[in-house]
């Protein structure tokens, strides 16, 4: 089966470092997605990975090891605007995003 | 860049009537088009797959004479609920994959209508 694995709620403090991390089980892969997801909103994309090592975009960074089948997503320098869910995604070899229910991140100042 | 729209973002309408939505790419073309549905504190359901002017590909479980969608224009899908019951209330997104950048599998979401059925 397809399977994702990712703390269910996560508190940080405004100004400080979190890592967000997922292992995962897919039929087959394609890459792993990173979402964010405010409360009531549509998710929006933050990252793709499709080889092994870290990514960097500003502030986030995502990294990958596809033979353990894992992932986390750094969250640095973290601002009240990022409380929100976040989304593993991994890509199966359908081509198809599997959605789990992701990590609620809770920022306090 | 990669900006998707929807509309409308919230519609309330009584049982039995028909609602449709639309998505659309603003700044790309999208070949591919995703409708999915998220209730409260669930993670996101495919209900179908979109590719410009074919039939769309349902999940197991979506019904597609209730969920019929239209995706003419590599710019355009559309999704309407048909005979909507309190049931089919929910948060229905749309993706379009835009296969020119961040790898080309990247989903870019719509910001989501809210469907209220009385």
């Known amino acids: 089966g397809q399977n994702i694995d990712q703390p269910t709620e996560m508190t940080a403090t405004e100004g400080a470092i979190v890592q967000i991390n997922c292992t995962y089980q897919?039929?087959?892969?394609?890459?792993l997605f990173w979402y964010q997801q405010h409360a009531g909103e549509a998710p929006t994309f933050l990252s793709y990975n499709v080889l092994d090592g870290l990514e960097e975009k500003g502030r986030f960074s995502s990294f990958l090891s596809r033979s353990k089948g894992y992932s986390y997503l750094l969250l640095k320098e973290l601002q009240m605007k990022d409380s929100a869910s976040y989304l593993c995604v991994p890509l199966d070899s359908n081509y198809q995003l599997i959605w789990g229910a992701g990590t609620k991140l809770i920022i306090k100042p | 860049g990669a900006v998707v729209s929807q509309h409308p973002s919230r519609v309330i309408c009584k049982s039995g009537t028909s609602v449709k939505i639309e998505c659309r790419s603003l700044?790309?073309?999208?070949?591919?088009m995703f409708w999915y549905r998220q209730f409260p504190k669930q993670s996101l359901m495919l209900m179908a797959t979109?590719?410009?002017?074919?039939?769309?590909?349902?999940e197991q479980g979506v019904e597609k004479d209730k969920f019929l969608i239209n995706h003419a224009s590599l710019t355009l899908s559309t999704l309407t609920v048909t005979s909507a019951h309190p049931e089919d209330s929910s948060f229905y997104i749309c993706?379009?994959?835009?296969?020119?950048?961040?790898?080309?599998?990247?989903?870019?979401f719509g910001p989501g209508t809210r469907l209220l059925v009385l």
């Open positions: 993706s379009a994959r835009d296969g020119q950048r961040d790898g080309g599998e990247t989903q870019y």
């Open positions: 979109s590719n410009e002017g074919s039939k769309a590909t349902y």
């Open positions: 700044d790309f073309q999208a070949t591919t």
């Open positions: 897919t039929s087959g892969f394609n890459g």
